[in-house]
């Protein structure tokens, strides 16, 4: 394999495993910055997805004041392109990581990137919770608390997993276009390796690496939502 690969990919072949251009490099690099990211954002996700669900007109606590923030920055922060929220958020990321390329750095714009899109899919997602199993469970007298974990989480976490396994594979996509302007990883590797040199079969394993990691979340994510599932 290692001489077929000299012999007819020479610049991947060149790259090596080791080095800070290496494959083995950026695989982890990608790898941080999607799960760094997604984490971070997901966690965010969740707290503005419950939030826009609990204080709707609907919910269990509306709060009309608390709902309209919530749903302003999730749309305000859907509608930003992210090539342009790297670019806006740049100032933010000098201060929070004291530098504005690396893999560290793309985890703030991916951050705020990733999260109100996640938010809204956790929106929609609890919302497909059965009205009537929480009128239930207030009826037996179960707290806020109990309802969130009880109900909305053990009830919705197959569209959970899923909606996260979409978020997941964006996050890919994302670390790719933030890799193309300096943030590291595959999408380094793809454009300022591969395109910009000349070095198309750099560029070509780097896409293909980056389907394998899209095709194994999509894998993973949908044996976790088929175990937890209801149906």
Same mark, same amino acid.
């Given at each position: 394999m290692g001489h077929f690969i000299e012999t007819y990919l020479p610049n991947v072949y060149a790259l090596g495993w080791t080095g800070d251009m290496s494959w083995g490099q950026a695989i982890w690099e990608t790898i941080y910055m999607t799960f760094g990211a997604g984490i971070i954002g997901g966690?965010?996700?969740?707290?503005?997805?419950f939030g826009l669900v609990l204080s709707a007109e609907d919910g269990i606590k509306p709060n009309r004041s608390v709902y309209q923030i919530f749903d302003?920055?999730?749309?305000?922060?859907r509608a930003i392109p992210f090539i342009i929220m790297l670019a806006i958020v740049a100032p933010i990321t000098q201060l929070l990581t004291g530098t504005i390329i690396g893999p560290t750095a793309a985890l703030v714009p991916?951050? =705020? +990137?990733?999260f109100p899109f996640f938010?809204?899919?956790?929106?929609?997602?609890?919302?497909?919770?059965?009205?009537?199993? #929480?009128?239930?469970?207030?009826?037996?007298?179960?707290?806020?608390?109990?309802?969130?974990?009880?109900?909305?989480?053990?009830?919705?976490?197959?569209?959970?997993?899923r909606i996260s396994t979409v978020t997941l594979i964006s996050?890919?996509?994302?670390t790719a276009m933030a890799g193309?302007?300096?943030?590291?990883? =595959? +999408?380094?590797t793809a454009i300022a390796t591969g395109y910009d040199r000349f070095q198309f079969d750099?560029?070509?394993?780097?896409? #293909?690496?980056l389907l394998i990691f899209i095709i194994i979340i999509q894998l993973v994510g949908d044996l976790l939502a088929k175990r937890y599932s209801h149906k």
């Open positions: 966690i965010l996700g969740l707290i503005f997805g302003k920055v999730v749309s305000i922060g991916l951050t =705020l +990137g990733v938010a809204r899919q956790v929106q929609v997602a609890l919302l497909s919770v059965d009205p009537g199993k #929480i009128e239930a469970a207030q009826a037996f007298g179960a707290t806020d608390r109990d309802i969130i974990f009880d109900v909305y989480i053990r009830e919705g976490r197959s569209e959970l997993i996050m890919v996509g994302l193309a302007i300096g943030g590291g990883g =595959l +999408g380094t750099v560029m070509w394993v780097a896409t #293909i690496i």
